[in-house]
């Protein structure tokens, strides 16, 4: 089981993630292949057992955001991406996550 309190602490840092890969992009980085694939296929859709299992809010935030970062590595990857289409995603991204955080606090 997961403490909400680690689980908490888990979306904050996975928007901290999300901001460094936008930085990564905007630096023309080469590790942000990488970068993307641990985020989306080893963070984000490894979690997916462990909201199962340890009975963890994620309505606002997971399947949306696990699908907007997918597709976000898969138009980075064909290289049919842009500045404006990337930081977007991103940005949404992390408002789903401050959505289930406020959710969570009963806001």
Known sequence: MIPMKTYEGYLHRLKDKLY???RLYEENSETLDKNLYALVYMEIAGLEHWLEVSNLPHEYWYV?????MTSLHDIYL??????DLFK???????????KQLQ???GE
């Open 20 to 22: 460094k890969a936008l």
């Open 64 to 68: 949306e955001t696990l699908t907007k």
């Open 78 to 83: 064909r290289g049919t991406h842009s500045h």
């Open 88 to 98: 977007s995603i991103i940005f949404g991204s992390m408002n789903l996550i401050d």
């Open 103 to 105: 959710q969570m606090k």
